[in-house]
């Protein structure tokens, strides 16, 4: 066992006990590689026209569909055929490729569990390959967990179709670096579980599914097309083995939608709404526009006319083409209280049934329980068929810039605010301190959730916004309020717990964050650099 471990040009800074062994083999390390070299340098380009792109939008500009891509849009065309055990995806739950979670997943009442290396993962090293290995045991039937009062877990006879979400394109690996540079997180997550799974799942008569997040442009799009097309080759795979779904989920994005599609046309099964990363980024894309300042997060529901011209353009341009269209995520959590558990089943209830009857084709949960309630609701909209591709909106009105760009009218109050600075505190002292899917007063926060908490406040600040109670939101404030949210916090935990844990930290890197003039696009890059390195696995 070495300190740090070198394949020709790839170097692991982490040691490789068993467990590694087993995942990052001689040969997956050398298609890690290839795959490394030739895509790896297109990435930062990618990023760079991020920053351009934004940089219009801070002095003014608005997001708006490409007259260059019009001849995309207004042409008839269609993606390939989906494949046969991804048709009916009526109802599918996330959450990160931990061993428990990951049988109870696949065993719920959906119809497909999609792995999360990205927003529900903080990405230990421990974890990244625990997280391969638990997939590779999912693949081949033989996963199985027992807990510590002794109770086992296995997979059920027929499992959900597993699906894999690697990491955005902003997010890199650093405990693996090329030509002296961290690798990016989305390539290594993508070629170890491709390699690894490829054959097991064809043979099983399923195959290579992704979910491709924080897309902002059909160009990142192209670049993916590119990886699945090499790799493809790689294993003398036929065209548009691998399928992927794409989230919509940033506010340039859904003026791409029909481009997007274009260019993923041999591999894309559908795009989804991806709604609370969607209200972040329209946060952050809009965060020097004034006249665009949103209220309290409560107030942000997709009942507002920006975000139900959002779900609605995603159906018409999904279904014209071919693709699924698929709803948003429920953050909710079934409670233990019985009086609170009727009432969260019945907001899961009616936001499944105002997606269903927009005709999505499906829908997002993050919890198990939520499952029969999510199910029943599509059971009934889609009756004796697998989907919703028959509904076109062809009635629809085109949706305009102008919507999708709507303001969106709703308070903004110390309640809300103090609730921004008690989710954004919880999730950050999580997430650094290795766990990236948090339960709070409720919901199931992840990354998403966090951002919109913390961004809120960032814009509030900058655009001087008054409370309904008149109070201004001013970078004092807002550090006072943490500090005594802080103290709340330590009185509830109890100073042995509190000691434990890393809110300082969290509550540190949220103050820095909050108050810098310049909004920090994703919070886990700096959040990334408190993440320590790990000790090796155990075998």
């Known amino acids: 066992m070495t300190d740090s471990v070198i394949s020709h040009s790839l170097i692991f800074s982490q040691p490789f006990s068993h467990a590694e062994q087993r995942v990052l083999t001689p040969d997956a390390i050398a298609f890690l590689e290839s795959v490394v070299a030739r895509f790896a340098p297109q990435r930062e380009a990618l990023l760079l026209a991020r920053q351009q792109r934004q940089l219009r939008y801070d002095q003014g500009y608005l997001p708006d569909f490409d007259m260059e891509t019009a001849s995309i849009r207004e042409s008839e065309w269609r993606i390939q055929p989906i494949p046969a055990d991804l048709v009916d995806r009526r109802v599918e739950i996330t959450g990160p490729p931990d061993r428990k979670m ?20 903080s990405p230990e090293w421990k974890k990244l390959i625990e997280g391969q290995l638990t997939l590779q045991e999912a693949v081949q039937g033989t996963l199985s967990f027992t807990s510590d009062n002794g109770k086992i877990y296995q997979l059920g006879a027929t499992p959900a179709v597993l699906m894999c979400r690697v990491r955005g394109l902003h997010l890199s690996e650093k405990h693996v670096s090329w030509q002296g540079e961290a690798i990016p997180g ?36 192209a670049w993916w097309r590119e990886i699945f097309s090499f790799s493809e080759d790689h294993f003398d795979l036929p ?29 894309i099964t559908g795009l989804n709404c991806g709604r609370w990363d969607y209200i972040f980024s329209y946060i952050k894309t809009l965060k020097q526009h004034a006249d665009r300042v949103l209220p309290d997060r409560q107030s942000v529901t997709m009942d507002q006319p920006f975000l139900n011209a959002y779900s609605r353009l995603l159906i018409k341009t999904c279904h014209r083409r071919g693709a699924f269209a698929m709803g948003g995520m429920s953050a909710l959590i079934p409670a233990k209280d019985p009086s609170r558990n009727a009432w969260v089943l019945q907001r899961v209830k009616e936001d499944k049934q105002r997606e269903a009857g927009n005709g999505h084709d499906g829908t997002w949960i993050a919890h198990p329980g939520l499952a029969d309630t999510a199910m029943a609701v599509f059971d009934a909209a889609l009756g004796r068929r697998s989907n919703q591709l ?17 303001p969106c009218p709703g308070e903004r109050t110390e309640a809300g605010m103090r609730a921004n600075i008690r989710v954004a505190l919880h999730y950050l002292e999580a997430w650094i301190s290795g766990n990236g899917c948090v339960p709070i ?37 807002f550090l006072r309020w943490l500090n005594e949210e802080l103290h709340l916090l330590q009185n509830a935990l109890g100073e042995t717990h509190f000691s434990a844990g890393r809110y300082s930290d969290a509550a540190q890197l949220m103050a820095q964050i909050t108050t810098e003039r310049e909004l920090v696009s994703f919070l886990t890059l700096p959040g990334y650099r408190l993440i320590p390195q790990t000790e090796e696995l155990l075998p």
């Open 102 to 121: 990951v049988i109870n997943a696949l065993n719920a009442n959906v119809k497909v569990f999609m792995a999360d290396f990205e927003d529900s993962l």
């Open 186 to 221: 989305g390539l290594f997550d993508f070629a170890l579980y491709f390699f690894h799974n490829v054959r097991p799942l064809l043979a099983k008569g399923s195959g290579p599914y992704f979910y491709l997040p924080k897309t902002e442009s059909w160009q990142e799009i």
């Open 239 to 267: 065209r548009g083995t691998i399928k992927a779904t794409v989230l919509i989920e940033t506010l340039p994005a859904v003026f791409q939608m029909d481009e997007i599609l274009w260019n993923l046309r041999d591999h």
């Open 390 to 406: 028959h509904i076109l909106r062809e009635e629809d009105a085109p949706i305009t810039a102008e919507q999708l760009l709507a």
């Open 441 to 477: 007063d409720g919901l199931m926060e992840d990354a998403a959730t966090a951002e919109i908490a913390r961004t809120s406040i960032w814009q509030w600040i900058r655009h001087q916004q008054r409370l309904s109670n008149g109070q201004l939101v001013t970078a004092e404030l």
